[in-house]
């Protein structure tokens, strides 16, 4: 029986035949199919390439560029489903999510043009960098700079951890303008092709089992052409924070779906095992743990849906506050999951065969990214609760 959380009266009959069509299609996958991917050192493009042509990867993107006209509470279907069957895509978080909704909302007629029809049927991946060396968690402090020269602008600066740029036909870059280059961040964005002279990126050696890479960048004076700046020079923040609401719900929905994935191979588990007269689930010491689990995984759930919710109906303030809890919930309910799924299984929690430790180092990205457990505490103390800052 998988873990499913069920919601039939809570979720539209659209949004449930979306959830198990594309939990069918990941089952036809499933994880044997992602780790061998893995272990090849390849991408899950069969898997990609599928989803895509069902039209799952541009669910949220307009219809009028070959997107589903759907938004985040569909994209986070399709990651959160594909993820409970152990095939995550981790590049949903980034280029529909992030540099689509960016795009479809800030673009000017002419990127959108470009950009959305590939993006919607996953002909084209987008990547997206913001974190810097020195900036981390403070993205007040990035300053990867760009500064005009004619109609042109050239672009300088460092990013790490920017995953999947090996893959993705372009990134989109979080820079300031020269005008702009300290004080509070007054972002602009570009669109950087990954062929561009002077676009260099290295990959950073990770403890993760993912097809995906993380990157290094390295700019050097990037020649791009005007219409390489998203949208308007003055509405970068607007711009950044359009995009960062869906990173965090699709961060959570990533979560969840690798939570619900390992709890289902405990609970499975837990009910065939027997080393007493009983499975081991019929111990509390298991069973309680587990019935935990399940618990904060659906509250997480609920959140995530929440904050899409908001955000799909224009409240991106609501949305920031909701998307950041979820992110939190679905992060701490994905890691506990893990843990515990691990535990479950004893010495086989950690073979090959059952392929779950893999997922102690993965679950933790939760936490990490895009911004840390530690970072929306400090937002919910600050904002939510009123409290002053201690930076
Ligand atoms: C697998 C993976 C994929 C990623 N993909 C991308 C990507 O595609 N694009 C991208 O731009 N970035 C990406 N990132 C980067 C990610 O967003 C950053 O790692 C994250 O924002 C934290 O920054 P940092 O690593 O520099 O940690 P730091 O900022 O150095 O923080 C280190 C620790 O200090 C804590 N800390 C910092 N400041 C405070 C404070 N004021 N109060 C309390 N605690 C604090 C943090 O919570 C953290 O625990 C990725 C990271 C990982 C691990």
Redesign the pocket.
Known sequence: MSVTLDNALLESEEHRTLRSCVAALGRRYGREYFTAAVRAGRQTDELWREAAKLGYLGVNLPEQYGGGGGGMTELSIVLEELGATGCPLLLLV?SPAICGTVIARFGTEAQRAHWLPGLADGSVRM?????EPDA??NSHRITTTARRDGDDWLLSGR?V???GVDIADATLIVGRTEDARTGKLKPCLFIVPRETAGFEFRPIP?E?AAPEK?FQLFLDDVRLPADALVGDEDAGLLQLFAGLNPERIMTAAFSLGMGRYALDTAVEYARTRQVWQAPIGAHQAIAHPLAQVRIELELAQLMMRKAAFLYDNGDDMGAGEAANMAKYAAAEAGAHAVDQAVHTLGGNGLTTEYGLASLLTASR?GR????????IL?FVSHHTLGLPKS?
């Open positions: 980034v990547a997206f960098g913001i974190t981390g968690s990013k951890f920017i995953s990770m993760l993380q990205v990490i990214a895009p911004v840390s457990r530690e970072m400090n930076y």
